[in-house]
């Protein structure tokens, strides 16, 4: 037979029970601020990833008017399918004058002691080059890139080349569909 004390210790008295339902009032409050929080920190990089991406292009347009050789035109951005998309815009180019060495141009934020910058790279097939920072003269870029770690630079520009080769076969896999 059950004992009085294992009996009495499988009941839960009152008291517990309402010191129980206020820690699960308590932790449920905490934990849906939480979600709540999480949840606008989402809405907020969704938006500012937008406003990121417009502000690119305007920058980026300026940045490629101002190249004297030759002068490109910008497609519509190619949609990236991973989380570096936050970091990191794609787009067509195409020349107006005569036919453009480059394919693509490729802005990323790298992460320099001067705080994040907008590096813009231009790719064609396998060949990506490093041109610059946007929204900076050309002067103060140059200076900028030797003070950047060139490993970085470097670093930035082969996973540039995988996020394009990556997202043009995704996007070729859809035209076929």
């Not at 499988?10 to 449920?28: M, P, T, V, W």
């Not at 989402?42 to 502000?55: D, G, L, N, P």
């Not at 790298?110 to 813009?120: D, E, F, N, R």
Request: hydrophobic letters at 40%.
């Amino acid at each position: 037979m059950i004992n009085k004390e294992n009996r009495d210790s499988a009941f839960i008295s009152y008291e517990q029970k309402q010191l129980y339902k206020k820690l699960f009032i308590r932790a449920g409050i905490l934990s849906g601020f939480f979600c709540v929080l999480f949840g606008l920190l989402v809405v907020f990089s969704v938006m500012a990833s937008k406003s990121w991406r417009t502000s690119v292009r305007s920058y980026l347009t300026s940045y490629l008017d101002a190249d004297e050789k030759q002068s490109y035109e910008l497609g519509d951005s190619i949609h990236i399918s991973s989380s570096i998309s936050y970091n990191c815009v794609l787009f067509p180019i195409s020349s107006s004058g005569t036919p453009s060495e480059y394919e693509y141009v490729a802005v990323v934020r790298i992460a320099s002691i001067y705080g994040p910058l907008a590096a813009v790279y231009l790719c064609r097939g396998n060949h990506v080059v490093f041109n610059g920072f946007l929204g900076m003269e050309e002067s103060v870029s140059r200076k900028i890139s030797h003070s950047v770690e060139y490993s970085q630079v470097k670093f930035w520009g082969n996973k540039v080349m995988n996020i394009l080769d990556s997202n043009l076969d995704k996007t070729k896999e859809e035209d076929e569909k």
